[in-house]
Every structure is written in C-alpha cells, then in structure tokens.
C-alpha cells in the first residue's frame, strides 16, 4: 500500500478549517472526497497543520495511503480534476516511505501574516491580508517581536481551548518586512517554530499590531509575555491574513519532484 505526500494550497475562505466536520465544508473532507472518486471506500488523511476558518495554505503537506500505485504526477493531475470547483490544489504529490508522517515527521513549521495599512477599501486582496486604516512602525513592531523569540511558556498568546499539553514552545524567528502597497503599507510577518499554540501566531499578530500603532510600548509585550495571563494579549486578530506558508523534514519529500 503505498503512501503519498501531498503539497496542498487553498483559499481558507469557504471552509470551516482544514479539519473534517460533519455538516461544514472543510479542506480535509474536500481532498478525501477527491481521493474516494480515485479508490471508493473511506479515507483519512493527516496533515502538518489544522488550520482554523478562514486561514489559508500555500505549503500545507498531508499524507495518504492508497491500495495502488498511482504514481505521483498521475495522482497530483487526478486529485485536482476532482477537487474542481473547490479552490483547492495538489501542488505537488510525491511517494514518502511507510514512516513518513505528515505531522509527527515534521521538523518546523512556517507562517506568513499579511497586514495591509490603507484607508482605501482593498480590492484584489479582499479576504486575503487583514485591513488597517492607520500607519504602522515597522521598527516599533520588530523590537516587540523579538522579545518573543526563545523557549517561553505562551500561556498569554494561547486560546483559552486550546488543548496542547504543555504552553511552553521555541519560537525560532518571527521577522517582519514592510512593502510598498498601492496606497499604503504591507508588512509581512513571517513566523517559524516547530509547533505551536492554538490563536498563538493572530494572538502575536494582533498584540505587534498595537505596538506599529502606538497604544502598546514595544516593553509592554515583554510584560505580557511574562504575566503568563490570558488577559494580558492584545486583541486577536482576524483569520484571512494567514498562510501556512510550509513545512520542513529531516529530508523534503517533494526535492525530486
């Protein structure tokens, strides 16, 4: 029975999160159904990353077990004339050894915030970048972010339901890049970590936010850090500005694609 990878991009927009759900469209449900008009009967597939509402993908990788060789190229092409009209895509489908878990096997994982800083109504990026009226400080924002970086107990930028076991994690870089962008601003955050929180990455987002704007000392987020509280979090900001932008392994299945 050979197992596949499979590179996955989406508009998080129309589903209700990567994870299956019994009566709401999700990205999980939308690539087994796909797989089942290939090989009828259930499938389950895993991937790097459950993505909330509204979140979006450009690096997710998943893995599937099939009860024949379809190949990588054949199976990729056949996915997708399946996942038609859904806006999703098998950006890549490579053969991975039986242990290669899509989840368990990964090494780090990568987001892309898109924060726009404009007055105008946004047109082409609609639902894809989170909006703010108001200039940001790029430099104000960075000093922030790095007091971020490091092992910490996160327990103020995690969901209050979110069921990891422990609150403690490595944030490995969390960067921040200011583009020109027709009438304004884009700043782009660009996070890494092996794992992390449930709301971790828009609780950080939203909190840096605060700070471009001016309502939060850079100091402050090392305050709320350390308070280890909940209610010491900025607001959260909304889901459409985040990419799963990719994942890493001790080899990359998808290096000979």
């Known amino acids: 029975m050979p197992r596949y990878a ?5 508009d ?16 999980q449900g939308a690539v087994e159904a796909a797989l089942a008009r290939l090989e009828p009967g259930p499938h ?4 790097a990353g459950r993505t909330d509402a509204g979140v979006h993908a ?25 996942l038609k009209p859904a806006p999703v895509a098998i950006v890549q489908a490579a053969e991975v050894d039986d242990d290669f878990h899509a989840r368990f096997s990964a090494l780090e994982r990568q987001y892309l915030f898109r924060l726009v800083a404009r007055r105008a109504p946004l047109t082409h990026d609609r639902g894809k970048v989170w909006q703010v009226a108001h200039p940001l400080d790029l430099a104000r924002m960075q000093q922030a972010a790095d007091y971020l970086i490091g092992r910490h ?3 103020t930028f995690r969901a209050t339901h979110c069921q990891a076991a422990s609150p403690v994690k490595t944030l490995d870089a969390l960067q921040i890049e200011q583009r ?24 950080f987002v939203g909190t840096l936010e605060r700070v471009g704007a001016g309502s939060w000392a850079p100091e402050e987020v090392k305050s709320a850090l350390e308070a280890r509280n909940r209610a010491a979090c900025g607001p959260v900001c909304p889901p459409q500005g985040l990419y799963l932008a ?12």
């Open 180 to 203: 020109d962008y027709p009438g304004g601003q884009e700043f782009r955050f660009t996070i890494r970590a092996r794992s992390f929180l449930h709301n971790q990455v828009r609780s």
């Open 12 to 27: 998080g927009a129309p589903f209700s999160g990567w994870q299956r759900q019994a009566d709401h469209p999700s990205v």
């Open 58 to 82: 450009f690096g997710q990788v998943a893995h599937c077990d099939l009860a024949k060789d379809w190949g990588a190229f054949r199976l990729s092409e056949a996915l997708n004339y399946h």
């Open 44 to 47: 389950t597939i895993a991937a």
């Open 246 to 257: 990719a994942v890493q392994y001790p080899d990359d299945p998808f290096a000979q694609g």
């Open 6 to 10: 499979l590179k996955i991009e989406y």
């Open 153 to 155: 107990d996160f327990t």
